[in-house]
């Protein structure tokens, strides 16, 4: 069964750091797309950072130069380090695969994300 | 940075309905573009991929179409279990940016 388990949230004082990992079963996160998702008590989902089968990252700016995603490939599992902590950092941090395939008749990529975890909550409160 | 517009925000709807709901990007876009549907304390559940293909085990009353600035997500006849916020989402080589969400509730 493919499978992805968030682990690491709690709660963290403004300013502290956090690590979260996200396990995979029956996929492998370096030969995927892994990407993190946040969802803010309430709030829509938030796209928040992506890593490709090449290592090669990319973040929302609203956590770029302070977030870093990293996988461990011998371990099979996707990470989140999150430094700077803010409030409105207060979220449900779900990790997902993406797929990539490519559309012959327009000439492009498209992207997708099949499978998702349940999620870790990050509450950022003092 | 693209941004992209979900209508209505919100939306009230019988069993049996046809439902609509449409996503407008900022500026022209790939149809990267991807539907999914969330149920309250639940992970998203991917819909539909690269605008209008159908993801395996997802019922075909749902369908996905549009291109360049706008994007539809139909349910041809609402069913009680699709009553949820869904989102769509932009997928391209620098953001993976979502919309806003629409919630469709039962009238």
């Known amino acids: 069964e493919v499978q992805l388990v968030e682990s690491g949230g709690g709660l963290i004082q403004p300013g502290g750091s956090l690590r979260l990992s996200c396990a995979a079963s029956?996929?492998?996160?370096?030969?995927?797309?892994m990407s993190w998702v946040r969802q803010a008590p309430g709030k829509g989902l938030e796209w928040v950072s992506v890593i490709d089968n090449g290592g090669n990252t990319n973040y929302a700016d609203s956590v770029k130069g302070r977030f870093t995603i990293s996988r461990d490939n011998s371990k099979n599992t996707l990470y989140l380090q999150l430094n700077s902590l803010r409030a409105d950092d207060t979220a449900v941090y779900h990790c997902?695969?993406?797929?990539?395939?490519?559309?012959?008749?327009?000439?492009?990529?498209?992207?997708?994300?099949?499978?998702w975890g349940k999620g870790t909550a990050v509450t950022v409160s003092s | 940075d693209i941004q992209l517009t979900q209508s209505p925000s919100f939306l009230s709807a019988s069993v049996g309905d046809r439902v609509t709901i449409t996503c407008r990007a900022s500026?022209?876009?790939?149809?990267?573009l991807a539907w999914y549907q969330q149920k309250p304390g639940k992970a998203p559940k991917l819909l539909i991929y690269a605008a209008f293909t159908l993801h395996s085990g997802v019922p075909s009353r749902f369908s996905g179409s549009g291109s360049g600035t706008e994007f539809t997500l139909t349910i041809s006849s609402l069913q009680p279990e699709d009553f949820a916020t869904y989102y769509c989402q932009l997928l391209n080589n620098y953001s993976w940016t979502f919309g806003q969400g629409t919630k469709v509730e039962i009238k």
């Open positions: 029956g996929l492998s996160v370096s030969s995927n797309y």
């Open positions: 500026q022209g876009v790939s149809s990267s």
């Open positions: 997902a695969r993406g797929l990539r395939g490519y559309a012959p008749r327009g000439d492009y990529y498209y992207y997708f994300m099949d499978v």
